[in-house]
């Protein structure tokens, strides 16, 4: 059985706006941020157009870096962790390197980068469940890894604009869950659905102000779904 994998040396990703908000809250200027970098930490390379070009997003610290700007910041380096996406995002999270991920869960390395740099999944079950567990990934975030959130939020919108039930199969089977699970959410969505539509269509522009609201709730399809899944 393999080990866990060993840490990453590349950053995880980085939260700017929250970089900013924690700086302005204390009253620091980017100048300050900079001067305790270098004073406190010996790196006299950050200045304050470093600092100013990690919270536009423009460039992201190091490890190291992010370490120091916490401190200097009065916070924890996971306030300044941006929340991950895509798989590599979470890998990095975790600190792990691409190899010892693809080795724990039995994936050639190769197949496991293509994976990270496309977005599509092609691991089986077991290493799908394995990676999973390695990486910590909710449901929600094993669904949107392994690039199935354009097919739920399809099916998902088929099923509150026509019979629920009808969906239930193939949504159970894609998340892997049980169909008995979705029944209230999928219940309650549909109803929710149906009635912003009803309402939207008896005001002032029918059909237009119906298509409107629907179209803002399909959106947001998939946060309405998960926020009403158990465990998500």
Known sequence: MPGPPSPASTPP??????????????????GHVAHGLRASYGMGHITPDTVTAWERGLAAPS???????????????????GTPRGLREHRLVRGYA????????GMDVATYETAERTGVWSGDARQSAALASV??????????VMGHDARLAELLGE????????????????IGIERRALEEP???????????????LSR????????????IYLERILDHFWSRMPDR
């Open 13 to 30: 990703p980085f939260d700017a706006v929250a970089a900013r908000r924690i700086r302005e809250s204390l009253g620091m200027a980017p």
């Open 63 to 81: 490890p190291p870096e992010l370490t120091a700007l916490a401190a200097v910041l009065w916070c924890e380096p996971t306030q300044l962790i």
């Open 98 to 105: 691409a190899a010892d991920v693809a080795r724990t869960i």
């Open 135 to 144: 990486l910590g990934l909710t449901p929600r975030d094993r669904l949107t």
């Open 159 to 174: 099923a509150v604009a026509t019979r629920w039930q009808a969906h239930s199969r193939a949504i159970a089977k894609l």
């Open 186 to 200: 999928l219940r309650t969505m549909h109803q929710e659905y149906q009635r912003l539509m009803a309402a939207t």
């Open 204 to 215: 002032a522009g029918g059909a237009a102000a119906s298509g409107e609201q629907g179209r």
